[in-house]
């Protein structure tokens, strides 16, 4: 599977973005999936997993109750929306697929800046 994650930019605190995973060469429907994010320097960070059948979502606690994790099984498709951005969400953000043993196909990052 390839998944290649999109919609990242630079925006204002406060502001919003979506990001987008897409997933080619193999349904993502039977998978767990999460978003990652990562600043150079520091270790590369949890950020959101949903289940396969959506049943269930887990945030890190920093985005509890702005970013909400979502998928289109129909589409191969994963989503972040994120709302109310701070400067300290600015990262390069992963999508990524779960295993039994942990997440195991990641895409491309999208890079996310926010300005103060």
């Known amino acids: 599977v390839q998944l290649q994650a999109s919609g990242g930019g630079s925006v204002q605190a406060g502001d919003s973005l979506r990001l987008s995973c897409a997933a080619s060469?193999?349904?993502?429907?039977?998978?767990?999936m999460g978003w990652f994010r990562h600043v150079p320097g520091k270790p590369r960070e949890f950020v959101a997993a949903?289940?396969?059948?959506?049943?269930?979502?887990y945030y890190e606690d920093s985005v509890k109750g702005r970013f909400t994790i979502s998928r289109d099984n129909a589409k191969n498709t994963l989503y972040l929306q994120m709302n109310s951005l701070k400067p300290e969400d600015t990262a390069l953000y992963y999508c990524?697929?779960?295993?039994?043993?942990?997440?195991?196909?990641w895409g491309k990052g999208t890079l996310v800046t926010v300005s103060s």
């Open positions: 060469g193999r349904s993502i429907s039977s998978y767990d």
């Open positions: 949903i289940k396969s059948t959506s049943s269930n979502a």
């Open positions: 990524a697929r779960g295993s039994s043993g942990g997440m195991d196909y």
